[in-house]
């Protein structure tokens, strides 16, 4: 492979996933390298006339795909998603199929060396369980299908402030339970060697506290200094610029104001609450940990603007834009020879495989 590489997934049928593919088709900036988009045409055609663009973008088909991908930017036509079975402004179990095999096939195809790597339009996760019931959110799903040996960890990203977490897709009554020493640990070491693949030399971190006024003296609870504090001292030892805990109702404020880089935050809406208010059209979703990059938009499907052509471009072409970057700072080694690209399309298609 010669030149830099993306496999684009194009999520949601139902949705805006398709027009936000079709821009980032037709931008200069965010379709530098090579794009190998995996969708259905029609799907694309579609996403291309609600952006208003036209695009030049060569199609094979799945039947004429060989060992190896051809140079260029292309569309793999995957016949997958017929925009008329798909209902717009609603999940669907066609949209969430076609969803859930352009995922798979850029995960595969990135896993094997194909691309360096995995970008995709928001995806709605009802619609992925309605197809695929086991489908529980992207980072699952990753391990299911290229089962690595460490699992994922996904972050929020603004040029700002970074946002981490220890816990994510759970309940709520369950976050105090998961957390412990070791995972606050583990999730301040990933978030420093991330940022610093990034480019922060020293990324400062604010740890924000489980309980209210970060327990006050045990009054409101013990974890944040039976757990959440030695987990931080760890790091500290280690040289890592770890702060906390901070109280969470102003962790953020202090993040904005230039004294943390980044803030690790105990369970999903604690930071995402944060993120969205400060940056919802600009904010990018990095699932890191993995051998190669996965990005996509911090935002949703937004069915209420479904085919009108009123997609926020920004934090797409922010996610295209990190990817590579990080992609590029830690580029891997790749095989002589992966496995055929047909194979790995043709696993990604069949739905009798087993995927756990």
Request: contains cysteine; charged residues 25%; negative net charge.
């Amino acid at each position: 492979m010669s030149k830099f590489r993306v496999a684009m997934a194009i999520g949601d049928a139902g949705g805006i996933s398709a027009e936000l593919a079709a821009k980032v088709i037709a931008d200069s900036e965010a379709n530098e390298g090579d794009l190998v988009v995996l969708g259905d045409r029609r799907l694309l055609e579609r996403g291309a006339a609600e952006a208003g663009v036209t695009l030049d973008l060569p199609v094979l088909t799945v039947d004429a795909v060989d060992a190896r991908l051809p140079e260029g930017s292309f569309l793999i036509d995957m016949g997958n998603c017929d925009p008329t079975d798909v209902p717009v402004g609603e999940s669907s179990v066609a949209a969430g199929l076609a969803a859930v095999q352009n995922f798979r096939t850029a995960l595969l195809l990135a896993d094997a060396g194909h691309a360096d790597l995995v970008f995709f339009t928001p995806f709605n996760k009802h619609g992925m369980r309605l197809a695929q019931p086991d489908y529980v959110d992207e980072i699952g799903f990753v391990n299911a299908t290229i089962h690595p040996a460490e699992s994922g960890r996904e972050f929020n990203v603004l040029d700002e402030v970074w946002n981490a977490r220890v816990t994510s897709h759970i309940p709520l009554r369950a976050v105090a339970d998961t957390l412990s020493e070791e995972r606050i640990f583990d999730s301040l070491r990933l978030t420093d060697k991330v940022m610093r693949g990034a480019g922060f030399e020293r990324p400062r971190i604010g740890v924000a506290a489980l309980n209210p006024h970060a327990g006050d003296g045990r009054n409101f609870g013990t974890e944040d200094e039976d757990i959440l504090q030695p987990a931080i001292d760890r790091a500290r030892a280690l040289q890592m610029a770890v702060d906390g805990p901070v109280p969470s109702d102003t962790v953020f404020v202090r993040a904005i104001k230039g004294e943390f880089d980044a803030v690790l935050t105990m369970y999903h809406d604690q930071g995402q609450i944060a993120m969205k208010l400060l940056g919802f059209d600009r904010g990018v979703t990095l699932i890191a940990n993995y051998a190669f990059p996965i990005v996509t938009p911090a935002h949703g499907t937004a069915y209420d603007i479904a085919g009108q052509g009123k997609a926020d471009f920004g934090a797409t072409r922010n996610a295209v834009m990190l990817g590579r970057k990080l992609a590029r700072l830690e580029p891997r080694q790749k095989a002589e020879r992966p496995a055929p690209v047909s194979e790995l399309i043709g696993r990604a298609l069949d739905r009798e495989a087993v995927w756990q």
